[in-house]
């Protein structure tokens, strides 16, 4: 009867047999399609690899090598977005070649650029089309936050690369304005295997756009008394945007003064929102196991921005700390002459700002009618047209606006150049910020005078998705409209001809980081 019954049960007809042989069917199926897909996407990878003998010094050429749609070189802060970016490093190293990722806590992108451009151009001399071909097609992704994303943009400007590749941001930061500002996004990415791969898609599915970079000088007297070298009282960022004090062979330089250049991509900003700014880059400095959540770390600057008392500034902070109690502001337009610009006597913090992105992707500027805009003598804000915006802030309220769709700062010029001249008064510092790295700047105590100039420096080429804020003057598609409402670490020395080769590429002073930096200290 047992036999029976089971005979019956394992009968063709049974449904039990069916499930399992329909079950058996499917599993087969989906490990066939598992196939599939796994060939299909190492395929997608192929076009983004390069091969060993155009990274590896000194190895052998590989003549049957496939040519690349979009080849990249992707470098990687392993020490932003806490655990992230070690684990985006792994993930991009899984699926790339591996010598096509750098982290840049081992190797520093200009070195990486000028040894892969030296060898790029030996490689078209001797007739390597290939080499010629990933070349024009070379891209590159830059993961971590604001800080990291400019150090690369600014090695790339100062390079002087002979085709200098556009880049992708990742963001990885607290902020990510860069990236927000191209259509990136400003929350920290997916590190496993499908996230990556969808990135770079995007990737090469994005479209050019070029953005202005700024040149920053400040200079002061040399005290008659004391140090001659105010670098470490001044407690400067250590970042790609840090002063560095120029040559006494350089054009810049003046006798009786000392003089730092530096550069900026997104804004330069003085006054309240740098001074929470500092706060929060101290209290990080000292507790870094603290700040490894981007959450966590956004909550942390809003508290600190309510212990500052910027919330009642009117009773909490001294007029002296207002702008035009610190600083006479000049601005020339256009190529033109140096004109005074009035700053209003409310107005606490200063924002001088390239791209439409700032605290987290605010914009300060807003986005002002066509009639506005002509009755002022404004353009739109294009991020290629040599003018930066500059605006103003009366308190946190004031900052605050912002948050609301049509919200805006105090309009107060647009520049193509800015002048800061800090005279003796009441107040014996105030705060700066570039780029998100902030300072606490020392002010006059004597007949002395800080000057802060910034200047149009260049451009680069920057990679935008379907969502990309920024509009570019060169861009149909971009126009404002008339109704939009108002209101490596190698420490070898060089050979001679390494130097020759460097010289080609640019020196990147502008943008160079100290020896010694720590990139542990970078957003």
């Known amino acids: 009867m047992r036999k029976l019954d089971l005979r019956n049960s394992l009968s063709p007809r049974s449904g039990r047999l069916r499930d399992l042989r329909d079950s058996f069917r499917h599993l087969v199926s989906r490990s066939h399609e598992s196939v599939a897909d796994d060939v299909t996407s190492e395929s997608v990878l192929k076009d983004f690899c390069i091969p060993d003998y155009i990274l590896v010094p000194g190895s052998e050429v590989d003549n049957e090598s496939h040519l690349p749609s979009c080849p990249v070189i992707v470098f990687i802060n392993s020490k932003s977005g806490g655990q992230l970016g070690g684990e985006l490093l792994v993930t991009y190293r899984t699926l790339l070649n591996k ?14 650029l ?20 990933i070349e024009k097609r070379l891209r590159i992704i830059v993961a971590g936050g604001d800080g990291t994303a400019g150090w690369l943009l600014g090695v790339v400007c100062d390079l002087k690369l002979p085709q200098p590749p556009p880049i992708a941001t990742v963001p990885l930061g607290t902020g990510n304005n860069l990236p927000f500002s191209f259509g990136w996004g400003k929350k920290n990415p997916g590190t ?7 990135f770079l898609k995007q990737v090469k599915a994005a479209r050019e756009i070029k953005i202005d970079s700024w040149h920053i000088i400040m ?3 040399r005290p008659k008394e004391g140090s001659c070298d105010p670098v470490a009282p001044l407690e400067l960022p250590h970042s790609l945007h840090a002063f560095h004090r120029v040559s006494e062979s350089d054009s810049l330089n003046m006798e009786g003064y000392h003089t730092f250049r530096g550069g900026f991509w997104n804004y330069f900003s003085m006054g309240m929102d740098a001074q929470v700014s500092y706060a929060f880059h101290s209290e990080r400095k000292l507790h870094p196991e603290k700040f490894k959540n981007q959450l966590v770390n956004q909550s942390t600057y809003l508290k600190l921005g309510c212990t500052q008392g910027w919330f009642c500034a009117s009773l909490l902070h001294p007029s002296s700390r207002n702008i035009a109690q610190l600083t006479r502001v000049k601005v020339m337009k256009s190529k033109g002459q140096w004109e005074d610009l009035s700053i209003p006597s409310s107005i606490r913090s200063i924002v001088c700002l390239n791209l439409p992105s700032f605290s987290g992707g605010l914009n300060p500027w807003g986005k002002p009618n066509g009639k506005k805009l002509r009755y002022r003598d404004l353009t739109p804000p294009y991020v ?4 930066i915006e500059v605006v103003g802030f009366r308190n946190a309220w004031h900052g605050l606006v912002l948050l609301a769709p049509n919200g805006h700062g105090t309009r107060l010029a647009q520049a193509s150049r800015i002048r800061f001249e800090f005279r003796k008064g009441e107040a014996d510092h105030t705060f700066m910020r570039i780029d998100g790295e902030p300072w606490k700047q020392p002010l006059p105590v004597d007949d002395d005078t800080v000057v802060v100039e910034i200047s149009n420096h260049g451009q680069v080429t920057m990679l935008a998705t379907a969502s990309c804020r920024s509009r570019s003057i060169h861009d149909p598609a971009s126009p404002i409209n008339d109704n939009d409402d108002e209101d490596d670490t190698d420490e070898e020395d060089e050979s001679a001809e390494d130097c020759e080769e460097r010289r080609k590429f640019g020196a990147a002073d502008t943008f160079r980081f100290p020896d010694d930096f720590d990139i542990s200290q970078l957003s």
């Open 219 to 221: 200079r002061m007297k």
């Open 192 to 198: 496993d295997r499908l996230s990556v791969e969808s």
């Open 99 to 112: 010598n096509q990722v750098i982290d840049l806590g081992e190797k520093t992108p200009d070195k990486v």
């Open 114 to 133: 000028h040894q892969i451009y030296a060898t790029l151009q030996t490689l078209k001399n001797n007739g390597d089309e290939l080499a010629a071909e």
């Open 384 to 387: 290629d047209d040599s003018l």
